[in-house]
């Protein structure tokens, strides 16, 4: 997923390599000792990096511009994702997030990048209170036996 305008950069620097590295091979036929096969998948394995490449810069610009107005929530693991994209679709830097909480940058950068691991379940609520979340849902129970 990407996190920042940096990432967002690098992204599209590498989708582009990429869509060029396929055009090429797309414009050869298999080097000598290359069984077609082996060449085929290949540029197969190009498209699907180039198909991951684009949704994740897909994804990114439609947080950006608003697009996005819910959030999937599955599972508690899903909710630093959430955070972050909530992050993004409110147009908000890492900075800017961090001014709002009253923390150092480095440490939005530090939470968002180990995916809160290490954030406590009160400063997970105070980031989502800041976003103005809003949660709705359930908690399934396990079976008991």
Do not use: C
Not at 87 to 105: D, F, N, S, W
């Amino acid at each position: 997923m990407i996190r920042n305008e940096k990432q967002y950069k690098i992204t599209r620097a590498h989708l582009k390599k990429f869509k060029e590295a396929l055009l090429e091979r797309q414009a050869m036929s298999a080097p000598e000792g290359v069984e077609a096969g082996m060449w085929e998948l290949e540029q197969d394995a190009l498209k699907s990096q180039i198909e991951d490449l684009r949704l994740e810069v897909l994804a990114y610009e439609k947080l950006k511009a608003g697009e996005v107005e819910e959030l999937e929530l599955s599972s508690f693991a899903d909710l630093a994702n959430s955070l972050i994209q909530a992050r993004i679709a409110q147009g908000l830097t890492q900075k800017e997030l961090a001014e709002k909480l009253q923390v150092k940058e480095q440490q939005v950068q530090k939470d968002e990048a180990n995916q809160y691991e290490t954030a406590s379940l009160s400063r997970l609520r105070h980031i989502a209170e800041v976003l103005g979340l809003e949660f709705e849902g359930q908690v399934r129970l396990p079976v008991r036996h």
